[in-house]
């Protein structure tokens, strides 16, 4: 099973600030299956990224994904009040689907 | 517009089963996998399976391999996710969520767009 490993834990900032959320494969991913999730307080995840790098319907432009290999990246380049919550990378390989852990993005 | 209402809140004892629902609307439910996602109290997503709405076949977890079932009714547009001998760690709010899988400029992406509102599930003597 691969495993991903998503840093920082939790991101601290303020709106306005660029944010830089890491999401790191215990062995090579196909860039296809890679997709990026947001998640408010009681609320079901959102998609905002999938193939690494494609924005799904409606998500602003603000958010932007890249990354390749076992490396991938989740920007906001200018943050929005409604941006802070809880983002999930996930990938598909070997039959399975794996989330990381998630990484907190909280106002500073 | 597309939608997935799951059925209401459950509460089960140590070693009962209990089955969820998820019926879709908006779109051909048979064109697009169905997967289940469970979320543990304060805790992250983790993948239950999937199943393909058009043929019933399925693919599972492997730690929920011999005690999840997933099937469907394709005449009313329902998935369902049946997990047996239920403890105390399956205390969790149950997802379904529907497969996007389509082609950019030649490459093929997927994720999973469409989500149902969850179903707690909590087990408990």
């Known amino acids: 099973e691969i495993v991903l490993t998503q840093s920082p834990g939790t991101l601290s900032l303020s709106p306005g600030e660029r944010a830089t959320l890491s999401c790191r494969a215990s062995?090579?991913?196909?860039?296809?299956?890679l997709a990026w999730y947001q998640q408010k307080p009681g609320q079901a995840p959102r998609l905002l990224i999938y193939g690494a790098s494609s924005r799904a319907t409606g998500i602003p432009d603000r958010f932007s994904g890249s990354g390749s290999g076992t490396d991938f990246t989740l920007t906001i380049s200018r943050l929005e009040p409604e941006d802070f919550a809880v983002y999930y990378c996930q990938q598909y390989g070997s039959s399975a689907y794996t989330f990381g852990q998630g990484t907190k993005l909280e106002i500073k | 517009q597309v939608q997935l209402v799951q059925s209401g809140a459950e509460v089960k004892k140590p070693g009962a089963s209990v089955k969820v629902s998820c019926k879709a609307s908006?779109?051909?439910?048979?064109?697009?996998?169905m997967h289940w996602v469970r979320q543990a109290p304060g805790q992250g997503l983790e993948w239950m399976g999937r199943i393909n709405p058009n043929s019933g076949g399925t693919n599972y977890a492997q730690k929920f391999q011999g005690r999840v079932t997933m099937t469907r009714d394709t005449s009313i547009s329902t998935a369902y996710m049946e997990l047996s001998r239920l403890r105390s760690d399956d205390t969790a709010v149950y997802y379904c969520?529907?497969?996007?899988?389509?082609?950019?400029?030649?490459?093929?992406?997927?994720?999973?767009?469409?989500w149902g509102q969850g179903t707690l599930v909590t087990v408990s003597s």
């Open positions: 969520a529907r497969r996007v899988d389509d082609y950019v400029w030649g490459s093929y992406r997927q994720g999973l767009d469409y």
């Open positions: 062995q090579s991913v196909s860039s296809s299956y």
């Open positions: 908006g779109y051909t439910f048979t064109g697009y996998y």
